[in-house]
């Protein structure tokens, strides 16, 4: 049962323009929301996270967005830079179990010259 | 500060025996989670520590195992390896507050099992 879904496995983005990742999840206990970016043979980044008292959350060039009625969020970037090539994974977890991350399958983003 | 340390990076091992996987969290983090990512299942918790007790855990065998030392170093154990469990474990750390859920990850342990 995947509880969290990354419906595009892969997405590609023209250099400057918006790269938009989506994410949906099925558990209702749920709170706490994570992106990371994996490169090949490292470990998870840690990009931005959000919880469920907010509808959005920004830092820099990303931004997150929840939608919670639709369980769904998305993580836009602005300007995709080719450096953002990767693979972006969303993750969740419930209330009080900070460290038990479901993760999704991922989205490889390719940016492009 | 110095990241989230795994040793050792690669690992070959055959079927039926065990093998030890070591993790170093950031300095003052007191919470361990290991998680195995393969290319069928994705990325997946295993385990979390806190100071020396396991604190929560994923759906896997008891041929997985783990513990954590007073310096909040943890190791993890595979016991009787099976084919299966060839996968990049990582390590990922936190403060340890329930309320804080970042988590930053090592670069993991690429496991082959023959």
């Known amino acids: 049962d995947q509880q969290v879904k990354q419906n595009s496995p892969s997405l590609s983005v023209q250099e400057g323009r918006i790269s938009i990742l989506n994410c949906d999840y099925t558990?209702?206990?749920?709170?706490?929301f994570l992106w990371y970016k994996k490169y090949p043979a490292e470990g998870p980044t840690f990009l931005i996270s959000?919880?469920?008292?907010?509808d959005k959350n920004e830092d820099g060039r990303f931004t997150v967005f929840l939608n919670k009625s639709a369980k769904h969020l998305s993580l836009h970037i602005v300007p995709s830079q080719p450096g953002d090539s990767a693979v972006y994974f969303c993750?969740?977890?419930?209330?009080?179990?900070?460290?038990?991350?479901?993760f999704g399958t991922g989205t490889r983003l390719q940016v492009t010259l | 500060k110095a990241g989230v340390t795994q040793t050792p990076r690669y690992l070959i091992k055959t079927r039926g025996q065990q093998v030890t996987l070591s993790c170093s969290p950031i300095?003052?983090?007191?919470?361990v989670s290991w998680y195995q990512q393969t290319p069928g299942q994705g990325l997946q918790f295993l385990f979390e520590?806190?100071?020396?007790?396991?604190?929560n855990k994923g759906n896997f065998p008891g041929r997985f195992s783990g513990r954590q030392f007073s310096n909040s170093r943890s190791e993890m154990n595979v016991s009787t390896l099976e084919l299966g469990d060839s996968a990049l474990y990582l390590c990922?750390?936190?403060?340890?507050?329930?309320?804080?859920?970042?988590?930053?990850f090592g670069p993991g342990t690429r496991l082959t099992v023959l």
């Open positions: 990922a750390s936190s403060p340890g507050d329930r309320s804080y859920n970042e988590q930053f």
């Open positions: 300095s003052g983090h007191r919470s």
């Open positions: 520590y806190f100071s020396e007790t396991q604190r």
């Open positions: 959000i919880s469920s008292i907010k």
């Open positions: 993750a969740a977890t419930p209330r009080g179990t900070a460290s038990k991350l479901t």
């Open positions: 558990n209702s206990m749920f709170d706490y």
